[in-house]
């Protein structure tokens, strides 16, 4: 009877042995039991990575347990997941979730390299610059130059971040900080931070002559408007008025030399100058018949009134230009109104009706094709593989190079990250260039540009003001923006996003 019984619990030991081992081995290599289907299905994994690092990871509402969590480096691995459709969401306490619906896939994992959640609130730290209308960091990022109008006049003041004090100011009687949004015009600082040039305007009321007859007295008197630049000398404390300095009368586009320091680049009429401010003798005609230039890395670019083939040539110009391009695709548009070169392979033309054409030697052929309507600018990625670009109301991205991390995008891809009915501005690329910042009204936001199931889009600041201005510094992770308090525009900085460290204790929530 004894030995009866031994048997029957040794034959189920057995059958034990082989119902669980295969279901323990089919675990191991990543099968799961899908109770739907009622099989055994390979697996499937979400990775992502976030900031902040410390956050909560949701599928279908439900907390997914840290245990079940693996962590590679700064990135978490949601593994043995059933392939199919999951609400995912990731959050943090005082911060916005983000969220996507996720396909799961057998034996493959969904990626998601760039999650960036936003604070409910920001601490504002404000910089004493009142009046300030707008502002720019220098190359260094350890100047900051603002404009603003005092008695008529315009005022540039150098602010020290790291001293938060006034280093400089200069005024300019009778001048105000350019308004016409058409010339695309700012202060540019020098890289060696020695030099800042200055667009200016001002209007004045023509004189009617005597022997013209005017036929009422609510007849519209003509207004002219003239501009000019100034060129602010910071070690020496002294400025130029670039106009009267060189005898010329219709400037216009002056951009710093990037190689050569107190040399400056600038159009006047269809003729290419450079010229060095310390000696004024020492000018040198580029090009002639030029609508608009750009530089990139060591040499200068522009395009040709007529035809709007493009060239290239040394800073100097003393090298023989060299032709680029053969043709345009639509000289009905011409001439083009500005440039923006990664290098001679991408190039972003836009014309004087603001059609968008991309010139794109790519890795599988080569572009140039109208991409765009009705666009203001456009900026390059620092790798060169996106071209951001906006009209009043729309941003879109182009990929110029195929890009096999996830978000898979392909060479010549197109897509709209995001439409408004109002009109957006101080748009630019957040430091990851798989965000951008932009301000639509009185909202300061960021969107990702990861369109899979939706972009992700969080609103950073509400400003009291209806039209802030906003600049993104990359380097000293700091989103810098002016505002009004009691009717007063100052300046305002937030930091953004949140510090990470490599000693940083990095967790899942939960």
Known sequence: MENWKRKIFFWILVLLFFITVPVVILNAKGYRFDKNRGVFVHSGTITFKSN???????????????KKINRINSSYNLSGLIPGTYNFQISAENFWPWSKKVEVHSGVASEFW???????????????????????????????????????????????????????????AG????????????????????????????????????????????????????YNYFIADIANDKTFDLRELLKLDNIRSARWDSKEKGFLF???????????INNVQDISQIATDVSSYDISGSEIFYSKIGNGLLFKNNLDGKAD????????????????NSM?????????IISKNGDLFIYNEGEHDNYFRKIGSGIQEAHFSNDGKKLLFWSNNEISVYFLRDQTAQPI???????????????????????????????????????????????????????????????????????????????????YSIDFPEKTSLLQVIGIGG
């Open 114 to 172: 760039n999650v960036l959640l936003v604070r409910k609130n920001y601490e504002k730290t404000e910089i004493d610059a009142p009046g300030i209308q707008k502002f720019f960091t220098s190359p260094k990022n350890d100047l900051l130059s603002y404009t603003l109008n005092s008695d008529n006049n315009l005022v540039i003041k150098i602010f020290n971040i790291s001293s938060a004090q006034i280093e400089k100011e200069f005024s300019f």
């Open 266 to 276: 600038f159009l006047n009429n269809d003729i290419l100058y450079r010229v060095d």
């Open 321 to 336: 230009p060299v032709q680029i391009t053969s043709n345009f695709p639509d000289e009905s548009v011409l001439p083009v």
């Open 52 to 66: 902040p690092q410390t956050v909560e990871a949701k599928l279908d509402e439900e907390l997914f347990e840290s």
């Open 409 to 491: 995008r392909s060479e010549n891809e197109m897509e709209t990250v995001t439409r408004y009915s109002e009109p957006i501005k101080n748009i630019q690329w957040f430091s990851d260039y798989e965000h951008i910042i932009f301000s639509s009204g009185k909202w300061i936001k960021i969107i990702e540009i990861d369109l899979r199931d939706r972009a992700n889009c969080m609103d950073l600041l509400n400003t009291e003001t209806t039209d802030p201005f906003v600049i993104y510094n990359n380097s000293l992770e700091k989103l810098y923006f002016t505002d009004t308090k009691n009717e007063i525009s100052n300046l």
């Open 175 to 226: 001048w105000q900080f350019i308004i016409d949004e058409s010339r695309k015009e700012n202060i540019e600082w020098s890289p060696e931070e020695s030099f800042i040039s200055i667009p200016v305007e001002k209007t004045s009321q023509l004189e009617v002559p005597k022997n013209k007859i005017i036929r009422s007295k609510n007849q519209t008197p003509e207004i002219k408007t003239e």
């Open 340 to 348: 923006v070169i990664y290098d001679d392979s991408r190039m972003a």
